[in-house]
C-alpha cells in the first residue's frame, strides 16, 4: 500500500516556548532569548489506536523533553539551523517518518509580533 493510500497521522505539539542563545547580532549572543516553536510529527499511529498503548505510538512528551533539552543547550545564529536541529532530534524516534518545526523568534523585527520559518524534514 503506498502512502497516498494510506496516509501518515500527526501528532502535534504547539506553542512550546524556550529559551536559547540565538542570533547573529553581538547583543543577541549575550543572553538566552524566547524562542516558540510548532511541532508537526509524522508517524503510523494505527497500531497506538487499536492497542491503546504508550509503547506503541509517538511519545509527545518523551519528543517535547528530548527538543527541550536539546534547544536549552544550544547556540545558533539562525532559526534555520536551530530548526533543522529540531528536526533531526524528532526523526530521532524510529515511528516519525515526516517532521514540520516551525521556530518563531517574537520581537526580532520592530513592528512585527515574530519572525520566523518552518522547514519539513523527512527519514532517509
Given at each position: 500500500m503506498?502512502?497516498?493510500?494510506?496516509?501518515l497521522d500527526r501528532v502535534l505539539i504547539s506553542g512550546l516556548r524556550l529559551r536559547c542563545v540565538i542570533g547573529i547580532n553581538d547583543w543577541e549572543r549575550l543572553?538566552?532569548?524566547?524562542?516558540?516553536m510548532d511541532i508537526v510529527l509524522h508517524a503510523d499511529?494505527?497500531?497506538?489506536?487499536?492497542?491503546?498503548?504508550?509503547?506503541?505510538?509517538?511519545?509527545?512528551?518523551?519528543?517535547?523533553?528530548n527538543v527541550t533539552a536539546a534547544?536549552?543547550?544550544?547556540?545558533?545564529?539562525?532559526?534555520?539551523?536551530?530548526?533543522?536541529?529540531?528536526?533531526?532530534?524528532?526523526?530521532?524516534?524510529?515511528?516519525?517518518?515526516r517532521v514540520d518545526v516551525a521556530v518563531r523568534k517574537p520581537g526580532a523585527v520592530r513592528s512585527v509580533d515574530w519572525v520566523g520559518v518552518q522547514v519539513t524534514r523527512t527519514r532517509g
Amino acid at each position: 500500500m503506498s502512502q497516498s493510500e494510506n496516509p501518515l497521522d500527526r501528532v502535534l505539539i504547539s506553542g512550546l516556548r524556550l529559551r536559547c542563545v540565538i542570533g547573529i547580532n553581538d547583543w543577541e549572543r549575550l543572553v538566552p532569548q524566547e524562542i516558540e516553536m510548532d511541532i508537526v510529527l509524522h508517524a503510523d499511529l494505527r497500531l497506538a489506536g487499536r492497542t491503546d498503548r504508550i509503547e506503541d505510538t509517538v511519545n509527545y512528551r518523551t519528543i517535547a523533553r528530548n527538543v527541550t533539552a536539546a534547544v536549552e543547550a544550544s547556540s545558533y545564529g539562525l532559526v534555520e539551523a536551530l530548526a533543522d536541529a529540531v528536526a533531526r532530534v524528532c526523526l530521532d524516534d524510529r515511528r516519525v517518518m515526516r517532521v514540520d518545526v516551525a521556530v518563531r523568534k517574537p520581537g526580532a523585527v520592530r513592528s512585527v509580533d515574530w519572525v520566523g520559518v518552518q522547514v519539513t524534514r523527512t527519514r532517509g
